[in-house]
């Protein structure tokens, strides 16, 4: 269990500082998503212009909007896949007879658990989106 807690919170520590680059590629993927090609304004032109623009016209706060979804999503998904393989692994699942890691046990391992962290996640990544936007 604390595998889980452990790697949920160390996601969202990361989680915290890549959140206004979330943000900012939300945003810079959507303009001009439903005018027709050359008849939109660029508000974006690059990362930098996108966070300087977004802090001007919404406010400093702005580039941390959908943080606690984010938080969340970070925290289930991570802690879920970190947890789950490291549990997996605790147990012998990711070794061979000669309780070395075996390359496909592990690689299955990696893909279940991360297979079942996206799973848990992804009600969280489309509150996130709809924020960010």
């Not at 977004?54 to 289930?76: E, N």
């Not at 692994?89 to 962290?117: E, I, W």
Request: hydrophobic share 45%; glycine share 10%.
């Amino acid at each position: 269990m604390m595998e889980f807690l452990i790697g949920g919170v160390a996601a969202c520590g990361a989680g915290l500082f890549t959140n206004p680059l979330e943000v900012a590629k939300t945003r810079m993927q959507l303009q001009g998503e439903l005018a027709r090609r050359s008849q939109y304004t660029i508000h974006y032109k690059n990362v930098l212009h996108a966070f300087y623009t977004i802090a001007r016209v919404d406010g400093i706060f702005a580039l941390q909007k959908g943080l606690m979804p984010a938080l969340w999503y970070q925290f289930i998904m991570n802690g879920i896949r970190l947890g789950a393989y490291q549990w997996l692994d605790s147990r012998g699942l990711t070794r061979n007879k000669r309780d070395r890691v075996s390359l496909p046990h592990a690689v299955a391992a990696g893909a279940l658990t991360g297979c079942l962290g996206a799973t848990a996640g992804s009600p969280f990544y489309m509150v996130i989106f709809v924020l960010q936007s």
